[in-house]
């Protein structure tokens, strides 16, 4: 069984919980990681990119003047890529980036990735948490005391609109419902940070997907 100190608005620690380290993985596997890490990154490039090729611009086919005779450098048409207003050699089009993952392979490389940041002890629950409004200096202050100010993935048991408002202006700082965790996310922060509630919603579903052979 893994622990994960649990802290409370101060950053006191009061107790601390227990995961089953088979339900994430037992062992990280790296490979995997690497592979959904690029997934996710190349599923956000846009390429939108387009540039003409000497076909599309516009402009005559015919030569711009005979090839001997002139003492001039040999031309071709006014579509050559060599000419201001030409054609591109090479032309940028429409790309997908997009890359597909098995749903089990991405369940499991986010497991692997909360099995990481345990290890690491960079794993940690945050109970009591209750905001009455959005107020940015306050969820900064206990990420201060909890040591996550550097960088972390605040995740919650659902979507959570005071909690997201008073995070959405902390530079480096991820606010999101427990069941959008991805491996990406949790790899590009230094700290991943749960809920009481989001733990065991968490918790709970990675030992059904375990039971049910996932």
Not at 168 to 197: H, Y
């Amino acid at each position: 069984m893994l622990s994960i100190p649990v802290y409370n608005e101060s950053g006191e620690q009061v107790a601390t919980e227990q995961i089953d380290e088979a339900a994430l993985g037992r062992a990280v596997n790296h490979r995997l990681l690497k592979q959904a890490a690029v997934m996710y990154h190349a599923n956000r490039r846009q390429g939108h990119a387009v540039q003409k090729t000497r076909a599309e611009v516009d402009g005559s086919t015919r030569k711009i003047y005979r090839q001997k005779g002139t003492g001039r450098a040999r031309m071709g048409n006014r579509r050559t890529c060599v000419r201001r207003g030409g054609g591109r050699a090479f032309a940028k089009k429409v790309r997908d980036f997009r890359q597909a993952m098995p749903r089990k392979m991405r369940r499991l490389a986010c497991n692997h990735a909360v099995l990481a940041k345990i290890r690491s002890e960079d794993a940690l629950i945050v109970d009591g948490l209750k905001f009455e409004e959005p107020k940015t200096k306050h969820f900064a202050a206990v990420l201060q005391a909890v040591n996550c100010e550097r960088g972390c993935v605040f995740a919650t048991n659902g979507v959570d609109r005071t909690l997201y408002k008073s995070a959405r202006n902390i530079p480096r700082a991820e606010i999101m419902d427990v069941a959008q965790l991805n491996a990406f996310d949790i790899l590009s922060r230094r700290k991943l940070v749960f809920t009481r509630d989001a733990f065991e919603t968490f918790r709970h579903g990675a030992a059904a997907a375990l039971k049910a052979g996932e």
